[in-house]
C-alpha cells in the first residue's frame, strides 16, 4: 500500500526528483536503524535550501538560522514517523514552512528586516543588474541595495500564504504539485495565490521592470 | 547595448533573491549552534503524549475527529432532550404564594405541624386547649425552626405540604407541649391564667392576619367585569348627548340659530335638535 502510495507521488515528480528522493529515503532508513550520523548528510544537504525558504518568507538573516535549526531538530525527532508517503524534502520543506508560518504569526507587529548581500558575481544576477543599470562601482551597489530592499519590503506586503507560494515558485523553483503538498492545499489553489500575489508584486515593482 | 534592451521581467527580479546568500563562515556558526541544539534535543526527555506511538495513534484517529465530535452531540442532544421534563415551578412561577394560603386549611388539620403557621387563625375560645397549646407550641416552634431550615425545608415549609406527619416536629416542640399539658392538667387555673392572654392576644392579632385572602377570590368573574363594563358604557352614552347638544347650542349666535335654513328645531328638557 505504501509502495502504491510513494509510486503515485512520485509520477508526478521529475526522474531528478524521484532519484533524489529515493536516496533520501534510503538515509532515512538508515537513521530509523539507530545510524545518527546520517543524518549529518541529510542536514548539509538541504540546509542551503532550507534556509533560503526560511529567509526569503521572513526577510530576517537570524530568524531564519534560529527556524532553520529548528527544523533541523524537529525533523530529527520525528524521523520515527516518517513514513516515506511523500518525499523527504516534501517532508522537511512542510516542517520549515509551517515552523515559518508559526513564527511568523507570533511576530507579525514586529518583523524587521536582516538583509544578506546579493551575491554580484553570480551570472545570473550579475545578468540581471547589469541589464536593470548601467551604473558602476558604488553607485551600482547602492542602486541594488536600493532594489532588493524595495523588493523585500513587497514581499512583506504579501499575506503570509501568498508571500509562501510566491517564495517556494520562483526562488526555490518548486513546482505546484509540490507547493501544493508543503502546503497541503490543492494545485488549483496554489495557482490562484500565485497569480495574485504577481499582480501585487507587479503593481510594487514597476519602476524597476522595463518591457 | 544588447544588455539595455533585454526586458526586465518580474521572474528577474525575483531571481535576485536567490543571489542572497551568507557567506561560507555563516555556516560553520550554523553547524556548531545546531550541534549544540541537536545534543540538547537528544537529553531532554520528551513528555509521552508526544512520544511516536502515540503521535501515530493521534494521527490515525485524527480522520475520525468530526465524525466522532458530531456524533458525540447528537447524542448528548437527544439525551437531553430525552431527559428534560418540565418542573412544576416552571411551569407556574407564580403560583408558590396562592399555594402558601391555599395548604393551610390542610396545615390546619394536621396536627400542630411546622405548617400550621397560618392555621392559629382557626383556634377559638372553645376548642380544646390541648389544641390551642399544640398551636402555641407551633407558633414558638416556628421561629427558631425556620431559621435553622435548610432550602429544601424552607420550600417544604412554603409549600405548605399536607404530607408533614407528627414526627416533624422537632423533639423540643413535642417537649414543651408535654410540659404544657402537664402544666394545665396540675393546676388548671395557673394554666388558664397563664394561656388566656396569649389566647386573647392571638384573638385580637390574628384577625388582622387572617385578612390575607386568596388571589384567586379577589379577582371578578368575567360576567361581572362585563356587566360593568357595559353599565358603565350605557350610562357614557346617556350622559354625553345632552352635553354635545348644550355646547352646540352654546356655540350658535341668535342669528345663526334663526336665519339659517334650519326647518325644524326641538327642544326638550335636557337636549336641543336641529334639522337642516
Known amino acids: 500500500m505504501d509502495a502504491i502510495k510513494v509510486l503515485g507521488k512520485t509520477l508526478v515528480a521529475s526522474p531528478e526528483r524521484r532519484q533524489e528522493a529515493d536516496a533520501d529515503l534510503t538515509v532515512v532508513r538508515q537513521v530509523q536503524a539507530g545510524d545518527v550520523a546520517a543524518f549529518d548528510r541529510l542536514i548539509t544537504k538541504y540546509r542551503e535550501r532550507v534556509f533560503g525558504i526560511v529567509y526569503n518568507l521572513t526577510s530576517n538573516r537570524e530568524d531564519a538560522a534560529d527556524l532553520t535549526q529548528d527544523t533541523f531538530i524537529k525533523a530529527f525527532q520525528s524521523i520515527q514517523r516518517f513514513g516515506g508517503q511523500s518525499s523527504f524534502f516534501t517532508w522537511l520543506y512542510r516542517i520549515a514552512v509551517n515552523s515559518t508560518l508559526s513564527h511568523l504569526?507570533?511576530?507579525?507587529?514586529?518583523?524587521?528586516?536582516?538583509?544578506?548581500?546579493?551575491?554580484?558575481?553570480?551570472?545570473?544576477?550579475?545578468?540581471?543588474?547589469?541589464?536593470?543599470?548601467d551604473k558602476?562601482?558604488?553607485?551600482?551597489?547602492?542602486?541594488?541595495?536600493?532594489?532588493?530592499?524595495?523588493?523585500?519590503?513587497?514581499?512583506?506586503?504579501?499575506?503570509?500564504?501568498?508571500r509562501t507560494v510566491v517564495t517556494l515558485f520562483e526562488i526555490d523553483g518548486l513546482s505546484h504539485q509540490e507547493i501544493a503538498e508543503v502546503m497541503n492545499c490543492s494545485v488549483g489553489t496554489v495557482r490562484s495565490r500565485l497569480h495574485y500575489a504577481k499582480q501585487l508584486l507587479q503593481a510594487e515593482l514597476q519602476p524597476y521592470m522595463r518591457r | 547595448m544588447n544588455q539595455e534592451k533585454r526586458p526586465i521581467t518580474l521572474e528577474d527580479i525575483l531571481r535576485l533573491k536567490r543571489a542572497e546568500r551568507p557567506p561560507a563562515a555563516f555556516w560553520d556558526q550554523f553547524d556548531r549552534d545546531l550541534r549544540a541544539r541537536q545534543l540538547t534535543a537528544l537529553l531532554e526527555k520528551r513528555p509521552w503524549w508526544r512520544s511516536a506511538a502515540v503521535s501515530q495513534a493521534w494521527s490515525l484517529w485524527s480522520r475520525y475527529h468530526l465524525p466522532l465530535g458530531a456524533t458525540a452531540i447528537f447524542a448528548l442532544t437527544f439525551v437531553a432532550m430525552r431527559e428534560y421534563r418540565p418542573t412544576p415551578e416552571a411551569v407556574a412561577p407564580h403560583s408558590r404564594a396562592s399555594r402558601v394560603a391555599i395548604a393551610a386549611p390542610h396545615a390546619n388539620s394536621s396536627a400542630a405541624g411546622l405548617p400550621a403557621l397560618e392555621s392559629s387563625s382557626a383556634i377559638s375560645d372553645e376548642q380544646p386547649t390541648e389544641i390551642a397549646g399544640e398551636a402555641m407550641?407551633?407558633?414558638?416552634?416556628?421561629?427558631?425552626?425556620?431559621?435553622?431550615?435548610?432550602?429544601g425545608e424552607l420550600s417544604h415549609l412554603l409549600t405548605g405540604d399536607a404530607r408533614v406527619t407528627p414526627s416533624d416536629v422537632t423533639p423540643s416542640a413535642r417537649h414543651i407541649a408535654a410540659n404544657l399539658a402537664a402544666a394545665e392538667a396540675a393546676g388548671p387555673l395557673v394554666a388558664r391564667r397563664l394561656l388566656t392572654?396569649?389566647?386573647?392576644?392571638?384573638?385580637?392579632?390574628?384577625?388582622?392576619?387572617?385578612?390575607?385572602?386568596?388571589?384567586?377570590?379577589?379577582?371578578?368573574?368575567?360576567?361581572?367585569?362585563?356587566?360593568?363594563?357595559?353599565?358603565?358604557?350605557?350610562?357614557f352614552a346617556t350622559e354625553a348627548p345632552a352635553r354635545s347638544n348644550e355646547n352646540v347650542a352654546r356655540r350658535l349666535s341668535d342669528e345663526q340659530l334663526y336665519d339659517s335654513g334650519a326647518h325644524r328645531f326641538g327642544a326638550k328638557a335636557n337636549s336641543l335638535t336641529f334639522k337642516m
Open chain 1, 136 to 162: 558602476t562601482g558604488a553607485d551600482r551597489d547602492t542602486y541594488v541595495r536600493e532594489l532588493q530592499e524595495k523588493l523585500n519590503d513587497a514581499l512583506q506586503k504579501l499575506s503570509i500564504k501568498h
Open chain 1, 105 to 133: 504569526r507570533k511576530t507579525r507587529l514586529r518583523s524587521f528586516f536582516s538583509l544578506e548581500r546579493i551575491d554580484a558575481d553570480e551570472p545570473v544576477s550579475r545578468e540581471i543588474i547589469g541589464a536593470l543599470t
Open chain 2, 137 to 151: 407550641v407551633a407558633e414558638a416552634v416556628s421561629a427558631p425552626a425556620a431559621a435553622t431550615l435548610a432550602p
Open chain 2, 197 to 235: 392572654p396569649a389566647t386573647g392576644f392571638e384573638m385580637r392579632v390574628l384577625p388582622a392576619r387572617a385578612t390575607t385572602t386568596e388571589p384567586l377570590a379577589s379577582m371578578s368573574s368575567p360576567a361581572a367585569m362585563r356587566n360593568s363594563r357595559l353599565l358603565s358604557a350605557m350610562a
